[in-house]
Nanobody, 119 residues
Framework: QVQLVQSGGGLAQAGGSLRLSCAAA????????MGWYRQAPGKKRDMVALVKSGERTEYTDSVKGRFTISRDIAKNTIYLEMNSLKPEDTAVYYCVARRNYGLESLDHWGQGTQVTVSS
C-alpha cells in the first residue's frame, strides 16, 4: 500500500480559494493517474479532477474553469487549486493514485480532507 498524505483544505467563504496537496511516499511517476475525488454527506464519492500520463487532465463539469490540478514529480506531490468556491463544493476530498496492471488496476487513497464552503 502506498501512503498518500493530504494537507490543506479547511473553511472558506463562497468565492474564496483553497489548495489541497497530496504527497506520496514514493515516486509518483509510476502511477498511471492521480487525482481528486470528493464525497458529500449522504452521497457517493465522485471524481473531481485527474491528471494522467502526459499531463492530460480531466475535470468534472461543475469545477471546470474554477479548479486546477497539477503535479510536481520532483516533490512526489499533486495539488488541487480551488478558486471561486461554492457551497456545493463542500465535501471530504480524497487523493487517489492508480496503477494499471493489464486489465486490472490498483487504487491508493489518501486519508481525506474536509473542505467547507460557507455562503
Amino acid at each position: 500500500q502506498v501512503q498518500l498524505v493530504q494537507s490543506g483544505g479547511g473553511l472558506a467563504q463562497a468565492g474564496g480559494s483553497l489548495r489541497l496537496s497530496c504527497a506520496a511516499a514514493t515516486s509518483i511517476a509510476v502511477f498511471d493517474l492521480m487525482g481528486w475525488y470528493r464525497q458529500a454527506p449522504g452521497k457517493k464519492r465522485d471524481m473531481v479532477a485527474l491528471v494522467k500520463s502526459g499531463e492530460r487532465t480531466e475535470y468534472t463539469d461543475s469545477v471546470k474553469g474554477r479548479f486546477t490540478i497539477s503535479r510536481d514529480i520532483a516533490k512526489n506531490t499533486i495539488y488541487l487549486e480551488m478558486n471561486s468556491l461554492k457551497p456545493e463544493d463542500t465535501a471530504v476530498y480524497y487523493c487517489v493514485a492508480r496503477r494499471n496492471y493489464g486489465l486490472e488496476s490498483l487504487d491508493h487513497w489518501g486519508q481525506g480532507t474536509q473542505v467547507t464552503v460557507s455562503s
